[in-house]
């Protein structure tokens, strides 16, 4: 029979991954998965019959509690918040599948929008079928008001989602289409890569300027990118292919900029654009 520390390690990297879906920072993750593991030893003799629902359960109430208490910090960000990145070198079509279990970028981008309680019920539910009653138990509240939080975080998500359906060897290739069009400044080709109603976001958290809100249209975005491309802290920079959160990407590198770019796309077109250039943000791999 396993010691507790074993059965508990068997679970941490299931933990880490309820966390990070919830707050979107590994580091707070492996923070509230060692406050489980210390509530997990001061259990002592209480029965646990079924522990991975017993650690989740905890953990998603820690969770809910740095969420909570974020609020204040994320709201005096500097500029727009976005999850980290997990940046792996992308080497060809079996890169993705020799990815971590990742959450895609689109969804971590959607999770930021929700309140707390509805973050924490969505993803309990959703992503790791926890019962309702049990969802309830980790906010606090009724069954009734549980379902309510996952309804309206579910609504909430649908509505402010930027559509993402293609597949990754598709993705690869409208990013690059993209890529040259804006080194090209050739707007009319950004035009045909770019969906109507693109967003972009970037995230400089006080490290780099950038754009402070988030640009909508594909005519103000293309303008965006262009000015980057052809503006002098670009001078020198290399850009690398890149798997931001298992989505097609790329990782900027050079001696003014360091940052990584991840896209959605939908029917041929991006529809998204996500700048991380918050260095303390990127989780990048040893081989990129």
């Known amino acids: ?19 990070y879906r919830m707050l979107g920072s590994v580091a707070e993750a492996q923070d509230v998965v060692q406050e489980a593991w210390l509530r ?15 650690l989740t359960t905890v953990t998603g109430r820690l969770c809910l509690d740095v969420l909570k208490s974020s609020r204040v910090s994320r709201e005096a960000y500097t500029g727009m918040w976005l999850p980290e990145y997990f940046v792996d070198p992308d080497v060809g079509p079996a890169a993705q599948a020799e990815q971590r279990d990742q959450v895609g970028l689109a969804l971590l981008v959607v999770l930021e929008r929700l309140s ?15 019962p309702y009653d049990e969802v309830a138990r980790v906010l606090g509240t009724t069954e009734a008001t549980a379902r ?35 080194n090209n400044g050739d707007m009319a080709a950004l035009a045909s890569v770019l969906a109507p ?20 249209g594909a005519d103000k975005v293309s303008r965006f990118f262009v ?5 002098s802290r670009m001078a020198g920079a290399v850009l690398e292919p890149a798997l931001i959160n298992g989505t097609a990407g790329i990782f900027v590198r050079g001696d003014t900029v ?10 041929g077109r991006i529809t998204g654009l996500f700048q991380q250039l918050n260095p303390a943000k990127l989780l990048v791999s040893d081989l990129l």
């Open 1 to 19: 029979m396993p010691s507790s520390a074993e059965a508990f390690e068997a679970e941490r990297s299931h933990l880490v991954a309820v966390a």
């Open 40 to 54: 997990y030893t001061r259990a002592g003799d209480q029965e646990i019959r079924d522990l991975r629902g017993w």
């Open 116 to 130: 707390p309680e509805q973050r924490v019920a969505l993803v309990l539910h959703d992503a790791f079928a926890v």
């Open 148 to 182: 309510q939080h996952a309804s309206r975080g579910r609504k909430a998500a649908a509505d402010g989602s930027v559509r993402h359906n293609a597949g990754l060897a598709e993705q690869r290739s409208v990013l690059a289409a993209f890529l040259e069009a804006v």
């Open 197 to 216: 109603d693109v967003v972009s976001i970037s995230d400089g958290g006080g490290f780099t300027s950038t754009a402070l809100r988030p640009i909508v």
């Open 227 to 231: 000015g980057i491309a052809h503006g």
């Open 258 to 267: 360091y940052g990584a770019l991840g896209v959605t796309v939908a029917d």
